[in-house]
């Protein structure tokens, strides 16, 4: 689930990133994106995004990362990895959430499906750091996996820059 205030917020973000946006109004018109309800659903829907950083030589790492939302930002945990030595190096990053519900049924057409991205700097909790940057998080964070994230040394923040969606098909 995520909290109506923080999908709220994201669409917030998405509105001022259409407002300043070029290419991807052709693809992803803003006629077609979510609204605050439709990202709720689609991020409630999906425990996991691919997250994408990169790596010092300006190679793209990307791979699937539990998340939460919360306080109108993305949190992750890391392992000791690629993916905490990206952020170290270059503490910006991309996700997406995506689905699709079904495949076309006809050669050409649109399958039905939605996805939404949203990008900026990152903030990493590390050390005593994690504890207290995680303790505001932990129900939000049982609730939808489980678990704490004991396997992370790092705890981090994608607050958004910029924010689209799209619903088609």
């Given amino acids: 689930m995520i909290a109506a205030e923080d999908a709220a917020a994201l669409a917030e973000i998405q509105t001022a990133s259409y407002r300043n946006a070029r290419?991807?109004?052709?693809a992803w018109p803003e006629p077609d994106a979510l609204?605050?309800?439709?990202?709720a659903d689609l991020l409630g829907a999906?425990?996991?995004c691919v997250l994408a950083t990169a790596r010092p030589d300006g190679r793209a790492h990307a791979a699937p990362v539990a998340y939460v939302v919360a306080g109108g930002a993305f949190w992750f945990g890391t392992v000791a990895g690629l993916r905490l030595r990206n952020l170290r190096?270059?503490?910006w990053a991309s996700l997406v959430v995506m689905?699709?519900?079904r495949d076309a049924d006809e050669p050409g057409d649109e399958?039905?499906?939605?996805a939404l991205t949203a990008e900026s700097p990152v903030s990493l909790y590390e050390g005593d750091a994690f504890a207290g940057a995680f303790e505001p998080l932990t129900g939000t964070w049982l609730a939808r996996h489980g678990h704490e994230p004991d396997w992370?040394?790092?705890l981090a923040e994608l607050r958004p820059k910029r924010v689209f969606s799209y619903a088609g098909g």
């Fill in 23 to 26: 290419g991807i109004k052709a």
């Fill in 111 to 114: 399958a039905p499906h939605r």
């Fill in 99 to 101: 689905e699709g519900n």
């Fill in 35 to 39: 609204d605050a309800d439709g990202i």
């Fill in 152 to 154: 992370a040394v790092a």
């Fill in 46 to 48: 999906h425990r996991y």
């Fill in 89 to 91: 190096a270059g503490p």
